[in-house]
């Protein structure tokens, strides 16, 4: 099971941190991944981060702004935006994958669990 906290209302330039907590004692082994979805768009990849934490991997939309982090001994995996833009609006889904490969990190497809989501809105 995945829970993600941390979202809300900010104002264009502020920071929110996003949590995905964890359930389960396997968190470790699997590639996890930040995905949004705005109204009448299609869910896009945020960024993605290995089991191990040694890799990132960002949408060019958010590099320089956006930090994925995991925490393993927690069972918990952060997203920390900072200057937000009103372009950023979306729900936000944490989501975990095992075994995924390179070119199909940042594909929905590829993760096998899936948070509730947390609105993140970015007022101009």
């Known amino acids: 099971q995945l829970v993600e906290s941390g979202g809300g209302l900010v104002q264009a330039g502020g920071s929110l941190r996003l949590s995905c907590a964890a359930s389960g004692r396997t968190f470790s082994r699997y590639t996890m991944g930040w995905f949004r979805q705005a109204p009448g768009k299609e869910r896009e990849n945020v960024a993605a981060i290995r089991s191990s934490g040694g890799s990132t991997y960002y949408a060019d939309s958010v590099k320089g702004r956006f930090t994925i982090s995991r925490d393993n001994a927690k069972n918990t995996m952060y997203l920390q935006m900072n200057t937000l833009k009103p372009e950023d609006t979306a729900v936000y889904y944490c989501?975990?994958?095992?075994?995924?490969?390179?070119?199909?990190?940042?594909?929905?497809?590829?993760?096998?669990?899936w948070g509730q989501g947390t609105q993140v809105t970015v007022s101009s």
């Open positions: 989501a975990a994958g095992y075994g995924i490969i390179l070119s199909m990190i940042r594909t929905d497809r590829a993760y096998d669990y």
